[in-house]
T-cell receptor, first 112, second 110 residues
Framework: GAGVSQSPSNKVTEKGKDVELRCDPI?????LYWYRQSLGQGLEFLIY????????KSGLPSDRFSAERTGGSVSTLTIQRTQQEDSAVYLC??????????FGPGTRLTVL | GQQLNQSPQSMFIQEGEDVSMNCTSS?????WLWYKQDPGEGPVLLIA???AGELTSNGRLTAQFGITRKDSFLNISASIPSDVGIYFC??????????WGAGTKLIIKP
């Protein structure tokens, strides 16, 4: 499709396990963002990739969180040793211009 | 860091009523964006504003970029059931970063 896609749509895991969340941005978009959204809350910025520049990791809540963007396209957000407070919807967005972001449907992560 | 104050946090309205929500900031922004998020979906861009004083409409939606560049409002006229959802404002600062409001949840009374 033409939009941002994310997988899986839902992920249930046990506390302490690692998870990987995938984002396929819109083709040609140079910027990619990860956000976290807790139930009923606003968007919490996690990390931002722009082209080949070093990513802005200022929003990552702990060193258990990391993200990669391979070949300037697909991105993977990894959460190690998941905790119950990591349960949230993880949203990915991409943009050609830094201010108009197009969002994927999100991955709902539940940590038991 | 920078924050946007978005209000109200939630609104209960009757179908057909007009809706107004706004965002304010202590610092100036170069661009204001308004997004809507439906349940289980990612936010979708509704309106983008690029100049101070700009007033832009998209169907029943109207948004304005405040003249001070520190605020923006979104109006929805004659609300319908499909308007329910969470509305977010976002402002682009001088570092080209998007700062997000906490959202306004719109609920229409049956």
């Amino acid at each position: 499709g033409a939009g941002v896609s994310q997988s899986p749509s839902n992920k249930v895991t046990e506390k302490g396990k690692d998870v990987e969340l995938r984002c396929d941005p819109i083709s040609g978009h140079t910027a990619l963002y990860w956000y976290r959204q807790s139930l009923g809350q606003g968007l919490e910025f996690l990390i931002y990739f722009q082209g080949n520049s070093a990513p802005d990791k200022s929003g990552l809540p702990s060193d258990r969180f990391s993200a990669e963007r391979t070949g300037g396209s697909v991105s993977t957000l990894t959460i190690q040793r998941t905790q119950q407070e990591d349960s949230a919807v993880y949203l990915c967005a991409s943009s050609a211009l830094t201010w108009e972001q197009f969002f994927g449907p999100g991955t709902r992560l539940t940590v038991l | 860091g920078q924050q946007l104050n978005q209000s109200p946090q939630s609104m209960f309205i009757q179908e057909g009523e007009d809706v107004s929500m706004n965002c304010t900031s202590s610092s100036i922004f170069n661009t204001w964006l308004w997004y809507k998020q439906d349940p289980g979906e990612g936010p979708v861009l509704l309106i983008a504003l690029y100049k101070a004083g700009e007033l832009t409409s998209n169907g029943r939606l109207t948004a304005q970029f405040g003249i001070t560049r520190k605020d923006s409002f979104l109006n929805i006229s004659a609300s319908i059931p499909s308007d329910v959802g969470i509305y977010f404002c976002a402002g682009q600062d001088s570092n080209y970063q998007l700062i997000w409001g906490a959202g306004t949840k719109l609920i229409i009374k049956p």
